[in-house]
């Protein structure tokens, strides 16, 4: 699994480059005893700190809420809007705030293709190219 995201990170970061904002990858981001995020990414307007997420279509992803409360004081420290970036096999990115998060029976946090769906937004809306109509 872990192959996987970093495969997904570095897709994240080009798909930055490519419409024009400064990413930078930072490996190892879950391993170190500092708090980090998995991408971060700038266009001059705007900064945003990312926790990347990846999986298969049918199973659910799990944060840590330890993992949440790091990503929130990276971002503080940092000035930049935190993210959490979700992308299942055969899917888009999908981006929810923390606000938009939904909490586990464990008290942690859960990502499914419902939840990214209906409180996620895409990078072209995340990247402010375009702003989707939901109808909810």
């Known amino acids: 699994m872990k192959n996987k995201g970093s495969r997904t990170e570095r897709e994240l970061l080009h798909m930055f480059f490519k419409e024009g904002w400064q990413p930078c990858r930072i490996a ?3 391993s170190i005893p500092l708090p980090a995020t998995d991408l971060i990414a700038g266009n001059g307007k705007r900064l ?4 990347c997420k990846s999986g298969k279509r049918n199973i659910r992803r799990y944060i ?6 790091e990503l929130k004081e990276f971002s503080k420290k940092l000035g930049a809007e ?3 970036g979700m992308r ?3 899917e888009e990115w999908f981006f929810l705030t923390l606000n938009k998060l939904v ?3 464990g ?3 859960v990502l499914d293709l ?3 769906k209906k409180h996620g937004i895409t990078f072209n809306e995340l990247i402010g190219k375009y702003k989707q109509k939901r109808l909810r």
Do not use: H, T
């Open 114 to 116: 419902n939840i990214v």
């Open 48 to 51: 945003l700190a990312i926790e």
């Open 82 to 84: 935190p993210w959490v």
């Open 107 to 109: 008290n942690n946090f």
């Open 88 to 90: 299942f096999d055969n």
């Open 28 to 30: 190892g981001s879950g």
């Open 64 to 69: 840590k809420e330890k993992q949440i409360k």
């Open 103 to 105: 909490r586990s029976k």
